[in-house]
């Protein structure tokens, strides 16, 4: 009843122009940009740090929110697909439902932020929300998950072994992805390009 | 006039007396060092690392000269790590590049296997196709001489077990010029098995070896001596044993036919059955452990073949002795296969 009562009041008033004034009152509510304080990092065979603040615009806190809330949508949806048995194995996950909680959508969406899509990135077995976010879509993570030959490794992989461009993986031995990740560092050295490699470890 | 003209003709009959050039002999590990000279000449992304490679120009000298003529970018000093350096050559692969990464003996590969296996061989199938890793991995395998167990262990069948990789285990020096080029310009991860005894062993160098561009293409056998009798299969050193037997044995009137198999994985079984279903008995000889080594794998595909039928006895594997290698010199050359061992088989497959 309620809900009906909601939605022809939604109808009736949708119908006519909104007042200015009231529309000036609104917009007051909502800020443009923001600014963080950052902690200030132990530095290592550098001069100089990162910066201590950084201004968040409006724009980018939409896009950001946008890439997280897809991230936790599709674990949680692979939490609830891993319960029914529909994904085996082994099912990693960055939301809060599995195991411990864990809600690490703002690490992969975060560390994307700070780097280009040039750069590259290799991580442990918790890996689906770095996936999304260098650049496949959730279909191509879900098929995978699945076994499906949509999948981003043609189902051959599974939550693991998952790849795209500057992203490799997804690997299953802990600990393996450190060395790794420092030679895909010593291949940027090596080509001259001014890129950065990210190797994550530990939970 | 006719006494002018036989001065003429004896004179014009007369030759100097001339010897055919010196055949160009060169040695395993020279062989394997122009190769990689080559290859790091031909492609900018190709690079070696490995203990001791660079400054030291290699523990065995297989890498002498390379640092520098190519400098530190190119030729790369690791520390004592192998899973460390392992997992960085892979790594770099996987960002394009074409590393060789040097063991000093496959016996530390065994620290670094991981990378080999998980995240060198799997990763092209693990990705569907996405993710190739274009590395070689080399050193020398198998027994060399009073270095005892830890250090004396043959990991032909421990490699060869697994899909996504490829294993080459050259003899000669044209072996390991053609394959340690053919395995740098692969896709795929090709694990070198070299022999550290046979570094020193000069071979006659042929023409076409020479050529900047020679490759032998892997999966793909040689037979070194042709036979009628009985076919011996083998790889790395024993093919050198397997050739002296088989010339003892070719006084007795036995003819072998010697198969330098060349690659472990993936094998030349079409060569091997012609010359099983040609010669009709089957010794195959290697330096590995005998349980579920590569004469393991002969015989059981000879079995599933069409070569079956064509066998008179069944096949023998001659092998290295199931135990770890000792140290005595009298111990270590009796647990690996000697010429005596070879005949002895041979003889046995025969009924002579």
Redesign the interface.
Known sequence: MRKMLAAVSRVLSGASQKPASRVLVASRNFANDATFEIKKCDLHRLEEGPPVTTVLTREDGLKYYRMMQTVRRMELKADQLYKQKIIRGFCHLCDGQFLLPLTQEACCVGLEAGINPTDHLITAYRAHGFTFTRGLSVREILAELTGRKGGCAKGKGGSMHMYAKNFYGGNGIVGAQVPLGAGIALACKYNGKDEVCLTLYGD | MAAVSGLVSGLLKRRFHWTAPAALQVTVRDAINQGMDEELERDEKV?LLGEEVAQYDGAYKVSRGLWKKYGD?RIIDTPISE???????????????RPICEFMTFNFSMQAI??VI??AAK?Y???????PVPIVFRGPNGASAGVAAQHSQCFAAWYGHCPGLKVVSPWNSEDAKGLIKSAIRDNNPVVVLENELMYGVPFEFPPEAQSKDFLIPIGKAKIERQGTHITVVSHSRPVGHCLEAAAVLSKEGVECEVINMRTIRPMDMETIEASVMKTNHLVTVEGGWPQFGVGAEICARIMEGPAFNFLDAPAVRVTGADVPMPYAKILEDNSIPQVKDIIFAIKKTLNI
């Not at chain 2, 899973?83 to 590049?97: C, D, N």
């Not at chain 2, 199938?125 to 993710?131: C, D, F, H, K």
């Open positions: 690079f970018k899973m460390g350096f392992a997992g960085i050559a892979v790594g770099a692969a996987m960002a394009g590049l991981d990378q998980n995240s990763t199938y693990m990705s569907g196709g996405l993710q």
